[in-house]
């Protein structure tokens, strides 16, 4: 061991066991807080009981609720720093969030008011569709006024929300309605299960060519919950094949990139179709789906402790909402599928995980005072101070597919008061 | 048990390290005090490096396994859950792997010209710490590949696996201690050791894939 401060000589002789040792020591530190920082930042997730999430959801619809006009359109855009709300709208989005509010209404049907104002708010939103319903060959068609063409994602939501509906209320009053858009959806569909996106009321023919890669799957899960209205009516055979489709083609007929795309509405058609049964095929793209959902719910949980000052990574609510969404309804598929059951647990630890960072981040009533209109802040999914009316629809579903996943009971926190 | 084996051989990575201990080890560096040595001296000089040697590689065998053992608690301290432990496991090795890869043996200390003197045979323990323990043996990509192959597969594989490396690296450090070196076995050796690290790598990248598919 050389001291090589008193040695002017030191420079050509062998580095010191002190200097060895602070080296080695820092480029551990460095390299430790380097992965800390990133791939191996602390995984956060909160503990929320069945009631805390179904809490924050009834929260996600009293935001959806106050922000609705007089002729059933909700609030579509705020941006809470600035007071404002930004233009144009999105009826896809519409039946979407209609639809949540149904579920809610369902999932609170013993309670009170809470389902009361839910089911009302909804059924305002309901009129909406049912007045843009136009026919389509021998089916209905959802067609949005002023544009050109029907889009295949409006009348496939418009056909889960009065699925949803149905079962909120148990009424039969738009079965006749559902069997319509089902008959337009399966005259979207190719022979290979490929959805076309649009419709052309003019030409009263589907626009060829042109693919969503939300519509298909949003279809796809409409078909199947036809079936489950109604079995024995043969929505099984429509909805099966685009189930194929999306499992086999999708991603590389229509080119999306690092497959599987996190498809929640596919991970809806697998878990209502799990309990009838899945080919190996569809097994296998519900597993990878799994993989995808699980990345992205655990990577979401890490972001916390992300150096943010850099960058804003964490997801909007819609985004996480839908990762818990698709992870939740795969939890269905593997409960109901003995070859993906080995996936039940970690699925339910991630949706209990991404339930948790939801309810955590949803903005509290103290929160909100902090802002010029607290009542278009409290409950709602803000990111870079905007929200978006879906980032509440697909929270709102994500929270009750978990509730039942968590700890059983009342809530264990409170969610900002909310109510 | 196979993963485990590849994983924990890639991060040792026998020949580089073995490389290392030789350098740090051997009486033949170049030290003015080991030129000088006599017969007796070299003989009781060589036993004690082969127990330095002997006794270094025990111990980070013992430390792998503890990590090993310890693995689910170390991870519920850093909050994380096993596959994202084996993404950054994965980074770890993966990087060593690329200095490996880039540097050959060099990278233990074989051809670093700055590197620790050669130990006397008298001094031979005071080189268990350091250099023979931190860095040749110690190593990031070691102990990281320790927990996240407990955490994945247990304490009984990681053991085997870590076994199986050390013995290799002994073997071939204790080979290179007592033996001449041609240049052909520096040649093999550079060689060797760049091989596994681009093990190191295909390791690393199959460990990132499985971390990242993991539900």
Known sequence: VHDRDDDPGAAARPVSVRRRLTTTALVWVVGFTALRLSFLAPEHCPTVADGDAVAAAVGAGEWIAAGQGAGGHYLYEYDRAADEELPGYNMVRHAGVTMSLYQLADADADADADGDEALAVADRGLEVLLDGLEPAGDGLVFVEPGRPTAQLGASALMTATLASRRDATGEDTYDDELRGLGRFLVGQMGDDGRMLAFYDPASEAPVPDETSRYATGEAGWALARLHTLFPGEGWDRPARRVLDYLATRRDRVEGLDFAPWPDQWAAYLLGELAPHGLDAAQVRYAGALAERFGMLLRSESQKGTWPVAFVDPRARGAGLGVWVEGAAALLRAAEAEPRLAALAAPLRDRVACGAGILVDRQVTADEARGYPDPDRVRGAWFRNDLTRMDDQQHVLTGLLAAAGQLQAGPPARNPGGLS | ?215
């Open chain 2, 1 to 215: 048990v196979t993963q485990a084996l590849l994983v924990l051989f890639a991060a040792v990575n026998p020949i580089a390290t073995a490389t290392g201990l030789a350098t740090a080890l051997s009486s033949s560096g170049g030290s003015p005090g080991a030129a000088r040595a006599d017969g007796d001296a070299a003989a009781a000089g060589g036993r004690a490096r082969l127990i330095t040697l002997l006794v270094g590689v025990d111990v980070v065998a013992g430390l792998v396994v503890l990590l090993a053992w310890l693995s689910d608690p170390i991870l519920d301290l850093l909050d994380v859950s096993p596959p994202t432990f084996r993404i950054a496991a994965a980074v770890v090795v993966g990087a060593s792997g690329l200095l490996w890869l880039l540097r050959g043996a060099s990278l233990a200390g074989a051809d670093d010209p700055r590197r620790d003197d050669p130990l006397p045979a008298a001094g031979a323990w005071r080189g268990l710490a350091v250099p023979v323990l931190v860095p040749v043996l110690v190593t990031p990509a070691v102990l990281a590949a320790g927990i996240a192959m407990g955490a994945d597969h247990g304490v009984g594989a990681a053991l085997l696996a870590v076994a199986v490396a050390l013995v290799l690296t002994t073997l071939l450090a204790a080979g290179l201690v007592a033996g001449r070196r041609p240049p052909a076995v520096a040649v093999l050796v550079a060689v060797g050791a760049r091989l596994v690290g681009v093990l190191a790598i295909v390791m690393a990248l199959a460990l990132a894939v499985d971390g990242v598919k993991t539900v």
